[in-house]
């Protein structure tokens, strides 16, 4: 069984920076697919950015240029970079793994940006 730890949530201010990292056990094959999610009250789980095993990302437009995803497949592990945080990037982030077909997700760790 698969799990993913997130970590790295918290408060910041906005036009702070902010560092979430995930990491998988459990399996020994790597994640073909990483990538971050998040959910604001009342709204749907929407991809933020994602990444694969070869290195291909990709980002919402939301945060696009100003954030940078990464992984180590050695380890099995994920971050995102997140800079020049709004107010509306308040949200409970997950991390979310494929693993030879299956998907897997994380608890999840809130975010939140004051103004």
């Known amino acids: 069984q698969v799990q993913l730890v997130e970590s790295g949530g918290g408060l910041v201010q906005a036009g702070g920076s902010l560092r979430l990292s995930c990491a998988a056990s459990?399996?020994?094959?790597?994640?073909?697919?990483m990538g971050w999610y998040r959910q604001a009250p009342g709204q749907p789980r929407d991809l933020v950015a994602s990444?694969?095993?070869?290195?291909?990302?990709n980002y919402a437009d939301s945060v696009k240029g100003r954030s940078i995803i990464s992984r180590d497949n050695e380890k099995d592990t994920m971050s995102l970079q997140m800079n020049s945080l709004k107010p509306e990037d308040t949200a409970v982030y997950y991390c979310?793994?494929?693993?030879?077909?299956?998907?897997?997700w994380g608890q999840g760790t809130q975010v939140t940006v004051s103004s």
């Open positions: 459990g399996s020994i094959l790597s994640p073909n697919f």
């Open positions: 979310r793994a494929i693993v030879a077909g299956r998907q897997y």
């Open positions: 990444i694969t095993t070869t290195g291909n990302t």
